[in-house]
């Protein structure tokens, strides 16, 4: 297995950082303590700045997040129910289990955009990314044969649900709906118009 070197090894440390101590609670010296062996300076070297590291390390673990959740959400089909809806927010809402950290970190990224247009742009990239592979997972379809309507509609609103049901699994999972009432809800909303 080839050694990691300087850039490689703080961006592993930041990523544990951010997964440990959310991202405006990491500083420069958290990350070189935990990126084994790093030097202070090469922050600089390597990322421009703790932030433009932080941005880096934040947008790498998202998209490692996202591998993940979506390789989950694609495993597809019904479950005991046959119930293909139910299937795929129990599946949703076991992400939360092996990746709480990067959810909560995201938001704390989304929230630190607001002061770097930098990270603002690279989120906003990864936000239609996201759109795009949910409409394609869920309509069935390849993401390249996707129109634009079909991904700001449907990719969009699936987007917009599976944020909105993952903050209240984050901050109230007593009081959060189960997968059953999600589906419930999302039927019942479909049917007022």
Same mark, same amino acid.
């Given at each position: +297995? ?11 440390? #930041?990523?544990?950082?951010? %997964? ?13 303590? #935990?990126?084994?062996? #790093? ?10 700045? !703790? ?5 880096? $390390? ?6 490692? &997040?996202?591998?993940? /959740?979506? =390789?989950?959400? $694609? !495993? ?17 809402? %076991? !992400? ?6 990067? &959810? ?5 990224? +989304? ?9 603002? @742009?690279?989120? =906003?990239?990864? *936000?239609?990314?996201?759109? %795009? ?5 869920? !309509? ?16 969009? /609103? =699936? *987007? $917009?649900? *599976?944020?909105?049901? *993952? ?6 999972? $007593?009081? #959060? ?6 589906? =419930? @809800? ?8």
């Amino acid at each position: +297995m080839a050694t990691m070197g300087q850039r490689e090894k703080l961006l592993e440390g #930041a990523k544990r950082c951010l %997964s440990e101590r959310g991202y405006a609670h990491t500083t420069a010296r958290d990350i070189v303590a #935990a990126s084994d062996g #790093a030097n202070l300076g090469s922050i600089g070297y390597h990322y421009g700045s !703790t932030q433009g590291l932080l941005n880096a $390390a934040m947008l790498s673990a998202i998209e490692e &997040w996202g591998d993940a /959740v979506g =390789a989950a959400l $694609a !495993t597809g089909g019904g479950d005991e129910y046959g119930d293909p809806l139910v299937s795929y927010w129990r599946r949703t809402l %076991s !992400t939360l289990e092996t990746h709480r950290a990067t &959810w909560l970190a995201s938001i704390e990224a +989304m929230i630190q955009s607001e002061h770097s247009p930098e990270l603002r @742009g690279q989120i =906003a990239d990864g *936000m239609q990314q996201g759109r %795009s592979g949910l409409a394609a997972m869920l !309509t069935g379809r390849e993401e390249e044969g996707l129109d634009d309507g079909t991904v700001r509609s449907v990719g969009s /609103v =699936a *987007m $917009a649900l *599976m944020s909105g049901v *993952m903050i209240q699994w984050l901050i109230d999972p $007593a009081r #959060a709906p189960s997968a059953e009432q999600v589906a =419930a @809800g999302i039927r019942a909303l479909a049917v007022i118009g």
